[in-house]
Every structure is written in structure tokens, then in C-alpha cells.
Nanobody, 125 residues
């Protein structure tokens, strides 16, 4: 059974930092892009960051310079280091993998075919 399990969410004050982890099991995603999405109440799920097999990354404008995505291929894990957090970053954060490409970096949620269950990040002002 293939699973993506996120961890590391929680409550943090504005300006603080959190590191999210997403551990994959059941298959390797080392040849595929993996990304982080988030969804706030009443809003659509949006891409935060993604990294492809070649190590290329993409960040949404809202998090560029504050968040960093990384991968440990040996551990089949993707991370999201979040710094200078703002209340607007409050959302459920999901990791996802797209097994249909290797060097692509899809921006839309529909392109990703494996998803974690999500982890809540709440940033207080």
C-alpha cells in the first residue's frame, strides 16, 4: 500500500518557523516530482513548492524566499522548511507526488496522483 504521511505541523507565532516532513512508503518516488500544496478554509488547494527529479524547484510567489523544499532520496522523504511565517500561511498542508513525469514540475493539483492526509499549520498573529 502506497502512503504519504506528513508530520511537523502545529501552532506557531508569526515570524516563527516550522519544518514539515512527508515520508513515502510502498514505492519510491525518487524519479518523480514531489510537491507541497496547502488549502485554507474556503479556498482552493494551491501549490506551495515542488521539486522534480533533477532537483529543480518552483515556489509560489507568496512563499518565495521564506520556504525551502528539499528531498532525501535515501529516506524517500520530502521536506518543507518554512520560515518567517505569517498568519496568511495558515492552512492544511499536503504533500503530493506525480508518477506520470520525471522532469516536469506540475503546478496544478490535478496532475498529482498520490497525496498525503495533510497536516495543519496555524500561524498566530
Amino acid at each position: 500500500q502506497v502512503q504519504l504521511v506528513e508530520s511537523g505541523g502545529g501552532l506557531v507565532q508569526a515570524g516563527g518557523s516550522l519544518r514539515l516532513s512527508c515520508a513515502a512508503s510502498g514505492r519510491t518516488f525518487s524519479l518523480n516530482p514531489m510537491g507541497w500544496f496547502r488549502q485554507a478554509p474556503g479556498k482552493e488547494r494551491e501549490l506551495v513548492a515542488t521539486m522534480n527529479y533533477g532537483g529543480n524547484t518552483y515556489y509560489s510567489d507568496s512563499v518565495k524566499g521564506r520556504f525551502a523544499i528539499s528531498r532525501d532520496y535515501a529516506k524517500n522523504t520530502v521536506y518543507l522548511q518554512m520560515t518567517s511565517l505569517k498568519p496568511a500561511d495558515t492552512a492544511v498542508y499536503y504533500c503530493a507526488a506525480d508518477t506520470r513525469t520525471t522532469y516536469g514540475m506540475p503546478y496544478v493539483a490535478a496532475a498529482y496522483d498520490y497525496w498525503g492526509q495533510g497536516t495543519q499549520v496555524t500561524v498566530s498573529s
